[in-house]
């Protein structure tokens, strides 16, 4: 198989794996519908065509036997006589459509009165025949006919019974409009009820698919049990692996938190006994120290993100950050500092309440660290994207500082106060709930972060 096949292959095969059961069931009935009605409803249009052609046929040939017993020869006047009547007046009335015809060897024949001057082609058959063939004006006829042998008659009589086949074929129209009819009015019929039938299998996925939907979205915890047999199983299963995975999540905060408390402990006793050591060598070891130390409030901010596969409820995040803003902006006045806030309009997102302070409390107080007199927020909603914006008219970064500013413990001026660690955590905050950041220069001059996070729940 050439690679274009099999491109195209892989193709068709992916594209229609992702269909929903719905749509392939329902491709399904429709196929087996489109096949079966069509195919039933021609054999019973032949079958109908087939046994109404051959009562017509029957008709004919109990006539035919009618005509064959009336028929005699005069041996005095050595002609064909047929004398008895045969209670069908059409016969009589010229061209009605009803004809009989008796010829003998030498093409002499005896006609009823209907076929007038007209004649019937003959076909020699010693057995009984039927077919079809045109009359006169044009006339549509079935005809029916055998030979016999009539004593005296040395040669066989050729007999034939003719009728206009346009009742028939009438009456074989209006079946098959009334087979068709039928037959696509049940093709709707169990179209629709396969349809409701497909609907109301699939109700308890689409009632699953809605749970799965508000766990993620924070709403439910675990998954509704209450669904049949098959699904009850699954929906079990996979509560166990959600709270198996909650359980390992906090197990692992609560072990990366609590060893990193109970470091905090030695370093103050360390940093104590620092005091205590010459000034040469005290130098270094507060260098060594002030690494641990960054490590460990590295490691317990990460520790209490929530990370990524946790879907909290919805919060309100003005009111989440509301003591925050309120305490930053005291430092801000005691600063000499504007703080300025522009909030798009009142959102609800999908995070824990400690990292969202955590995050904006870090971006502001390196703001306000850095700031000469103004610093802005400004909180906005892009397509279910929470977008926060932080500028200040501070000295400001250039594209290498900042790529340097999040690495972890970097920090870019010496004599300022802090560990260096409030955009790495930003950084790892940023990154365990999928979004993204951007450090730029600003209007003002200064430092301008913008971060993209994908938390925003549904109105």
């Known amino acids: 198989m050439s690679q274009a096949k099999q491109a195209w292959r892989h193709q068709w095969v992916g594209r229609w794996g992702r269909r929903s059961i719905s749509v392939r069931l329902l491709l ?13 409803g021609a054999l019973l249009a032949h079958h109908y ?75 020699e058959n010693e057995n009984l025949s039927a077919r079809s063939l045109a009359g006169p004006r044009g006339q549509s006829l079935r005809v029916v006919e055998r030979d016999i042998y009539l004593a005296p008659l040395e040669a066989p009589l050729h007999i034939s019974v003719a009728a206009r086949d346009d009742v028939l074929a009438s009456d074989i129209r209006d079946f098959q409009h009334l087979l068709w009819g039928g037959l696509v009015g049940l093709g709707i019929l169990l179209l629709s009820v396969l349809a409701l039938q497909v609907r109301w299998g699939l109700a308890p996925l689409r009632r699953m698919r809605a749970n799965l939907h508000d766990v993620e979205q924070g709403h439910a915890e675990q998954l509704d049990i209450h669904l049949p047999d098959e ?16 359980r390992l999540i906090e197990r692992g905060r609560h072990t990366a938190g609590n060893l990193a408390h109970a470091l905090k402990t030695p370093l103050s006793v360390m940093r104590l006994q620092l005091r205590q050591l010459p000034e040469a060598s005290r130098a270094t070891w507060e260098v060594e120290l002030a690494r641990v130390d960054s490590a460990v409030r590295h490691h317990l901010a990460r520790a209490s993100a929530a990370g990524e596969g946790v879907r909290f409820a919805p919060i309100d995040l003005h009111t989440t950050l509301a003591p925050l803003l309120s305490g930053l902006a005291r430092l801000a006045q005691r600063r000499g500092i504007a703080l300025h806030q522009t909030w798009q309009r009142e959102v609800k997102v999908h995070m824990d309440g400690q990292d969202i302070q955590e995050l904006v409390g870090n971006l502001m107080d390196n703001a ?10 400004n909180v906005q909603v892009k397509e279910q994207q929470l977008v926060l914006t932080v500028s200040d008219d501070g000295p400001g970064m250039s594209e290498i500082e900042c790529q340097q500013a999040v690495q972890r413990g970097k920090r870019l001026d010496e004599q300022r106060s802090g560990s260096g660690l409030g955009l790495a955590i930003v950084t790892d905050l940023v990154s365990l709930y999928n979004g993204h950041m951007h450090l730029t220069r600003g209007n003002a001059g200064g430092l301008e972060v913008v971060v993209e996070l994908p938390i925003v729940a549904h109105a």
């Open 28 to 40: 399904a009935v429709l196929l087996m519908v489109g096949l079966a009605l069509p195919i039933a």
């Open 231 to 246: 699904l009850a199983t699954l929906a079990t299963s996979m509560n166990a692996v959600l709270a198996r995975d909650q």
């Open 49 to 123: 065509r087939t046994a109404a052609t051959q009562a017509f046929d029957q008709r004919l040939e109990a006539t035919l036997n009618v005509i064959i017993a009336g028929v005699t020869y005069d041996t005095i006047g050595q002609q064909l006589v047929h004398d008895r009547a045969l209670g069908d007046p059409r016969f009589d009335h010229v061209y009605s459509g009803w004809y009989w015809q008796i010829t003998d060897a030498d093409q002499h024949t005896l006609v009823s009165r209907s076929l007038w001057d007209q004649r019937l082609p003959v076909i």
């Open 368 to 377: 306000l660290r850095w700031a000469h007199g103004d610093v802005n927020l």
